[in-house]
């Protein structure tokens, strides 16, 4: 489908932000720990493995406290992939409505969301359940987040006024999207993934979220955009 495009959701890990979260809980692991866990991760990554089961023996091992999800965000945010910030205002000028949705928790995804100025009811990630004292209880297992296939539900359930919607992202779980939105954008900018690469309907390799622009906008919104000198300099 041709734009324009109502709107752009991005994911989080690896394409909003160059890290990803759950590898950044290892350093509150020991050793042993860590080296199994960063498997694992390859692997769901990869789709050698399956995510869900990956997702509950990688948490359930970590049992992340509130603290550690405070540090996750705040390393997210001081590692964002180049221009995300700028490209994220250059769409919401042109009237495009921006949503996250992350496979990894929501405390953490949410303060990329504040950051990046993203209104938070356009925010899905995974929930955590806690103790009164802030230790981990559990994971809530009724997000779709942690399957495979568990970012179509969330496309498809948007505002009707998201629609025709654009999807950015690095991973599996991202290209599942594809049948269910307007089009697919691979980004590589972090991580090109060989399943994305071949199977996105546009792929990015350039470090800089500004790359999409290109694929996401109208030759009559790319004019405007380079008339705005806030953002003209995205296009070049
Ligand atoms: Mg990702």
Same mark, same amino acid.
């Given at each position: 489908?041709?734009?324009?495009?109502?709107?752009?959701?991005?994911?989080?890990?690896?394409?909003?932000?160059?890290?990803?979260?759950?590898?950044?809980?290892?350093?509150?692991?020991?050793?042993?720990?860590?080296?199994?866990?960063?498997?694992?991760?390859?692997?769901?990554?990869?789709?050698?493995?399956?995510?869900?089961?990956?997702?509950?023996?990688?948490?359930?091992?970590?049992?992340?406290?509130?603290?550690?999800?405070?540090?996750?965000?705040?390393?997210?945010?001081?590692?964002?992939?180049?221009?995300?910030?700028?490209?994220?205002?250059? @769409?919401?000028?042109? #009237?495009?409505? *921006?949503? /996250? &949705?992350? =496979?990894?928790?929501?405390?953490?995804?949410?303060? +990329?969301?504040?950051?990046?100025?993203?209104?938070?009811?356009?925010?899905?990630?995974?929930?955590?359940?806690?103790?009164?004292?802030?230790?981990?209880?559990?994971?809530?297992?009724?997000?779709? @987040?942690?399957?495979? #296939?568990?970012? *179509?539900? /969330? &496309?498809? =359930?948007?505002?009707?006024?998201?629609?025709?919607? +654009?999807?950015?992202?690095?991973?599996?779980?991202?290209?599942?999207?594809?049948?269910?939105?307007?089009?697919?954008?691979?980004?590589?900018?972090?991580?090109?993934?060989?399943?994305?690469?071949?199977?996105?309907?546009?792929?990015?390799?350039?470090?800089?979220?500004?790359?999409?622009?290109?694929?996401?906008?109208?030759?009559?919104?790319?004019?405007?955009?380079?008339?705005?000198?806030?953002?003209?300099?995205?296009?070049?």
């Amino acid at each position: 489908m041709s734009p324009p495009f109502a709107s752009v959701y991005f994911d989080c890990d690896s394409t909003l932000s160059s890290i990803e979260g759950i590898d950044e809980l290892l350093q509150f692991a020991d050793s042993a720990l860590r080296k199994d866990i960063a498997e694992l991760t390859t692997q769901a990554m990869n789709g050698t493995l399956p995510l869900a089961q990956v997702y509950e023996s990688r948490l359930s091992k970590l049992a992340p406290n509130r603290k550690q999800l405070d540090a996750i965000g705040e390393h997210y945010c001081s590692n964002l992939v180049p221009d995300a910030k700028a490209t994220i205002a250059a @769409l919401q000028s042109l #009237g495009k409505s *921006v949503g /996250i &949705v992350s =496979g990894g928790l929501l405390i953490p995804v949410q303060q +990329v969301a504040r950051h990046l100025e993203v209104p938070l009811e356009h925010v899905h990630a995974v929930p955590l359940l806690f103790h009164d004292d802030g230790s981990y209880q559990d994971f809530d297992h009724n997000s779709p @987040l942690w399957r495979n #296939g568990g970012k *179509v539900p /969330i &496309v498809q =359930g948007a505002p009707e006024a998201h629609h025709p919607m +654009v999807f950015v992202g690095d991973g599996i779980t991202d290209l599942e999207t594809k049948e269910h939105v307007a089009r697919f954008i691979g980004f590589g900018g972090v991580v090109a993934r060989d399943a994305v690469l071949k199977n996105a309907d546009y792929f990015v390799h350039e470090n800089s979220l500004a790359a999409i622009l290109p694929h996401v906008l109208t030759a009559q919104e790319v004019i405007a955009l380079s008339q705005d000198p806030n953002f003209s300099s995205l296009l070049s």
